[in-house]
């Protein structure tokens, strides 16, 4: 079993910052292959950042330059950094990592960015 624990969220301004975390536990040795989604209300869950095998990142082309995703192996924890925040970055983030096959999700943290 694994868990993944998201915190972070909240409301901010537009133009404003957060930082997303997510805490991995259970059968979960690596931070390797974490990525961070969002979902806004009636949309689809989306990608927006990834971190691969020797740490190198990926980004959706609408967060790409605002937000940054980073990774603690000892805290077995990723973060999420997310600058000049705009309205239509407000969604649920949820925290995501494939294992042996099996797909695990976070619960999620709210983030409203107003205008």
């Known amino acids: 079993q694994v868990q993944l624990v998201e915190s972070g969220g909240g409301l901010v301004q537009a133009g404003g910052s957060l930082r997303l975390s997510c805490t991995a536990s259970?059968?979960?040795?690596?931070?390797?292959?974490m990525g961070w989604y969002h979902q806004a209300p009636g949309k689809q869950r989306e990608l927006v950042a990834s971190?691969?095998?020797?740490?190198?990142?990926n980004y959706a082309d609408s967060v790409n330059g605002r937000f940054t995703m980073s990774g603690d192996t000892v805290k077995m924890t990723t973060y999420l950094q997310m600058n000049s925040l705009k309205p239509e970055d407000t969604a649920v983030y949820y925290c995501?990592?494939?294992?042996?096959?099996?797909?695990?999700w976070g619960k999620g943290t709210l983030v409203t960015v107003s205008t």
């Open positions: 995501h990592r494939v294992l042996w096959g099996v797909d695990y």
């Open positions: 259970g059968m979960i040795f690596s931070i390797d292959g």
């Open positions: 971190i691969t095998r020797g740490g190198a990142t």
